[in-house]
């Protein structure tokens, strides 16, 4: 058994523990991101491995469900609650390597994000001979004025001379050039992969790389709604509606009572189209399947159950059902009838419906979500199994999101709906629901690689799960293997030779909800199992088992936007014993204090600042029992370990804070998709100064892979010099 106590031992002193403290398991700091951040993690708290540095963290995005203001700000002149973002196009791109996109259209142009910032302006490399202006004409599509439009991209990057612009190793061109009018309708068309821009003065196209203008084919007519049905785009303007396909434009609707169009919804169950018609109703179109036949119109109008005539938006929901924002509220078609939602005191804008079958409604109240009953499991089964007289009423949960409860402005306009997120046109701007995905994050070490030994390891599991409005769970194990032992009792018999694997396991169930906008609270609640030895002849087992918990506070954007500050209280929990019931130890009471703050967030660059306090609150009586942890929480403080009865206050405060592990770190996070880290360690009780170098690699929203190593800088030899760490978070 020597070989586990001193491995046991030199494990302790490697994390500064009380001497006779117990279960090293439950300070094993985990995540290569972290670790490569001079093992800080109590204030970033932002991803799978929160669940040991803070609980709290899971009180906030993007571990729980979360409002955020994406991008501030209006035009000058413009009132604060006056609607500048207009209108919403989404890429849904899900899978490795990828990012969802928005597009937003405002009142002078459009805006993209692209996964992880907003951008004005496309950045196209100049490969091979390219030129600025070369790369100009496949902007603008065309020849016309082409040499005053690369001077203003030329002032746009910078470039006051040619000899400037050879330099240029990529050009932004800002979408300005091209769109500059209002906005007044977006659609991604995700079979060919191009962008629809409707503005008051006509029809765009953009393929990723350029515009196309259809002003010559189309004239420069008011945009209103677009909306596509496979290989047939459908277009609604303030004179008539009109389907383009295979490059030809043809004006259908003639037969409407009025030919200015709101809005347009293609059902694709169906094979329909619905269509908002200003002063009329809501008209519902079977298209022509070819020339010889004919278009078959109808129009829902008040007889037929409809709020007004006047519809704002159109949205077809998961089930099929077909829903429309009016003024004083909603018409809900369920394919046999129209029935009407209203709201009371709320003046409806907008309306989106989420794959999962959720109404979303905007309003100048905040933000309505609405999931019917036969969008759940159970509703579907009821419904399949009614008959149509049987079918009423759809009766669902309703929830309401406000300035008091997540939004920053209560004014909301337009929505979007794409994946997980919700995006909605506000007051302040554009404000993003986020909801949360589960995380899984693993992750391994190999311990003391001076001693190479293989089976002497580190290992980390833990995963989230979200739980709407109400916070976030989450599940860990930490692992470590103290290797195998081989022993022989010379009393007994010293020919017989037996061996054991000693480990400890810590099992953990987490939680996190918010207090306020600010403030988060967590709880860990672990169960841990250590066993130094067993099974070994003539010996009793060395193992025990208990349980501890955790308490975090997390706050953020405290006075300054980006600034984080996090605090815990860790393993609460009863003295443990091994052998000798009389000799127990205490397990590793610890405070931790971190701060946080993002120097640098701007397009393509974020650079974040870490920095940790931690400290094991041990105190023992004059007989050297171990106090409850209410009473070492503080005690320990004013009487540390190595305090001298001449000590004055300055010095005992000296001492105290001495005997804790100050960490520091940064990380630099380049585009979202490559980050890069460093970190130091200082503890002076366990002698140990060193250096963390990590590296970070988000190949998508879903996976990031990173790499951290351990470089001793301190005169003594450091046994963890060169060990390395591997981890992983993967998000679905």
Not at 9 to 30: C, G, K, N
Not at 151 to 175: C, D, Q, S
Not at 675 to 685: N, S, T
Request: charged share 20%; with cysteine; aromatic share 12%.
């Amino acid at each position: 058994m020597a070989k586990t106590v001193l491995l046991f031992l030199l494990l302790l002193s490697t994390l500064a523990f009380s001497r006779a403290s117990a279960v090293i398991t439950l300070e094993m700091p985990v995540g290569a991101r972290q670790l490569g951040m001079g093992e800080s993690g109590v204030a970033l708290a932002d991803d799978g491995n929160t669940l040991f540095y803070n609980p709290a963290g899971l009180a906030f995005g993007p571990l729980a469900n979360e409002w955020e203001l994406s991008r501030a700000g209006q035009p000058q002149g413009t009132a604060p609650t006056g609607q500048f973002y207009t209108a919403f196009a989404a890429r849904n791109r899900r899978g490795f390597l990828t990012r969802n996109e928005v597009w937003a259209g405002t009142v002078n142009g459009i805006l993209h994000f692209d996964g992880q910032v907003w951008r004005e302006d496309l950045t196209v490399p100049l490969e091979g001979n390219a030129k600025l202006r070369d790369v100009v004409r496949t902007f603008l599509g065309s020849e016309v004025s082409l040499d005053s439009i690369s001077g203003v991209v030329r002032n746009y990057n910078g470039a006051k001379t040619l000899k400037e612009e050879e330099l240029l190793v990529e050009v932004k061109i800002p979408f300005s050039i091209m769109i500059k009018d209002t906005v007044t309708a977006m659609l991604y068309e995700t079979r060919t992969e191009k962008l629809w821009i409707g503005t008051t003065k006509g029809l765009f196209r953009f393929d990723g790389k350029g515009f196309k203008d259809f002003t010559s084919e189309f004239g420069t007519r008011r945009i209103t709604a677009i909306a596509n049905q496979g290989a047939t785009l459908w277009i609604g303007t303030d004179n008539g509606i009109f389907a383009y396909r295979n490059g030809v434009f043809e004006q259908r609707g003639a037969v409407l009572p009025s030919q200015k169009i709101t809005s347009i919804a293609w059902h694709e169950m169906r094979k329909e189209l619905y269509v908002g018609v200003e002063g009329a109703g809501i008209a519902r179109l079977t298209p022509k399947q070819n020339d010889d036949d004919k278009d078959k119109w109808g129009v829902f109008t008040l007889q037929d159950g409809i709020m007004d005539l006047t519809p704002k938006a159109i949205a077809i929901d998961s089930s099929g059902h077909v829903w429309s924002a009016h003024k004083d509220g909603l018409s809900h078609f369920n394919l046999r009838r129209w029935e009407q939602v209203r709201f009371e005191n709320n003046e409806v804008h907008g309306i989106t419906v989420s794959e999962k079958g959720a109404i979303w409604i905007g309003t100048n109240k905040g933000a309505w979500r609405y999931i019917p009953e036969y969008a759940t499991p159970s509703g579907r089964k009821s419904e399949t199994e009614q008959s149509k007289s049987e079918t009423g009423n759809t009766p669902g949960e309703w929830n309401h999101y406000h300035q008091g409860n997540g939004l920053v402005s209560n004014t909301v306009w337009c929505l979007l709906s794409l994946d997980n997120d919700l995006w909605l046109s506000t007051g302040a701007g554009v404000e993003r629901y986020h909801a949360a995905r589960s995380q899984v994050a693993f992750f391994y070490e190999k311990l003391l690689p001076v001693l190479k030994m293989p089976d002497l390891y580190h290992l980390y599991t833990g995963i989230t799960w979200p739980l709407g409005d109400w916070g976030t769970w989450g599940l860990f194990v930490n692992f470590i293997s103290f290797g195998e032992t081989t022993v022989s009792n010379e009393e007994i018999n010293p020919d017989q030779v037996s061996s054991f694997n000693s480990s400890e396991t810590v099992v953990g169930l987490s939680y996190g909800t918010r207090l306020n906008k600010k403030w988060g609270l967590g709880l860990n609640f672990k169960f841990f199992y250590s066993a130094l030895s067993s099974g070994v002849p003539g010996e009793e087992d060395a193992t025990t088992a208990s349980y501890a918990i955790d308490v975090g506070i997390l706050g953020r954007d405290l006075g300054i936007k980006g600034l984080r500050f996090g605090a815990v209280l860790a393993n609460i929990g009863p003295n443990v014993y091994y052998v000798d019931k009389s000799n127990d130890d205490p397990i590793p009471l610890t405070w931790r204090f971190g701060l946080s703050y993002d120097l640098l967030n701007i397009p393509d660059h974020r650079l974040t600042l870490n920095a940790d306090y931690n400290k094991t609150v041990i105190y023992e009586d004059s007989k050297g029992d171990a106090q409850p942890f209410y009473i070492s929480a503080w005690k320990a403080w004013l009487y540390p370990e190595t305090i001298e009865e001449n000590d004055s206050k300055f010095d005992t405060f000296k001492k105290s804070f001495q005997e804790g592990i100050v960490n520091l770190g940064a990380e630099y996070v380049y585009a979202g998709t490559v980050a890069l880290r460093a970190g130091y360690l200082h503890d002076k009780v366990g002698k140990r100064q060193e250096l963390d170098i990590g590296l970070g690699v988000m190949l998508s929203d879903m996976l990031q892979l990173d790499i951290a190593s351990i470089q001793n800088v301190s005169n003594l030899d450091g046994v963890r010099d060169g060990q390395l760490r591997f981890a992983g978070l993967f998000r679905f």
